[in-house]
């Protein structure tokens, strides 16, 4: 069975530091991966996706991740946070066959001024 | 582009009464769509895949009776959560799924709809 893990519930971070989070995944196969973010009451919109090729993906809002097979992991990265970028950020790990999708629980990414 | 649509965003009801939520995909054709369950600061738990023209599939401890599910259309899936009770309560976020050919499924959410039963 697939499963995701996100060690961080919440993470703080000044204004225009560097951002990054952290998506551990368990899976048999070749993983889709992807990064979501929700904000407050909002549903979720979708940041990037890894399927194949590059191991660096680019996303929309400056953020990019990096897929590392050895180490199972998917980590969202962001060089400099802006006070928007506050909000719940869940990674997730799909099949092509079935296609569903399980989510991590998710990290809360407060901004300091 | 890939926007899902979801109505009503957030509904108020009487315990025993159904209600019934939309979910539209705007711009694109969508054979599957997703049903998700969220509590308060959870994660999202899905509850069924809902597939065009045939029945869904709920995951397992989801009451197929208690939430049914509708897709009648390409771009149309329907939840109705029939019989609605406080612990019902929460919010439901639909998906669907942009198929771009060799597999390369992404799904896209809607805004959610958040349902209170009083």
């Known amino acids: 069975a697939q499963s995701v893990t996100q060690p961080d519930i919440h993470i703080t971070v000044s204004e225009g530091a560097s951002l990054e989070l952290r998506c551990n995944y368990s899976?048999?196969?070749?993983?889709?991966l992807f990064w979501y973010v929700q904000s407050p009451g909002q549903g979720l919109q979708l940041l990037l996706k890894?399927?194949?090729?590059?191991?660096l993906v680019q996303g929309i809002k400056g953020f990019e991740a990096e897929f590392k097979r050895s180490q199972s992991s998917f980590n969202l990265r962001k060089p400099s946070v802006h006070w928007s970028d506050a909000a719940e950020y869940f990674c997730a790990v799909g099949s092509a066959a079935g296609n569903k999708l399980t989510f991590g629980g998710g990290t809360r990414v407060l901004v300091k001024p | 582009g890939a926007v899902v649509s979801q109505h009503p965003s957030w509904v108020i009801c009487k315990s025993g009464t159904s209600v019934k939520i939309e979910c539209r995909s705007l711009d694109f054709q969508a054979t599957t769509m997703f049903w998700y369950r969220q509590f308060p600061k959870q994660s999202l738990m899905l509850m069924a895949t809902?597939?065009?023209?045939?029945?869904?599939?709920?995951e397992q401890g989801v009451e197929k009776d208690k939430f049914l599910i509708n897709h009648a259309s390409l771009t149309l899936s329907t939840l109705t959560v029939t019989s609605a009770h406080p612990e019902d309560s929460s919010f439901y976020i639909c998906s669907a799924r942009d198929f771009q050919g060799q597999g390369l499924e992404t799904q896209y959410f809607g805004p959610g709809t958040r349902l209170l039963v009083l």
């Open positions: 809902s597939n065009e023209g045939s029945k869904a599939t709920y």
């Open positions: 899976y048999g196969a070749t993983p889709y």
């Open positions: 890894y399927f194949s090729g590059d191991t």
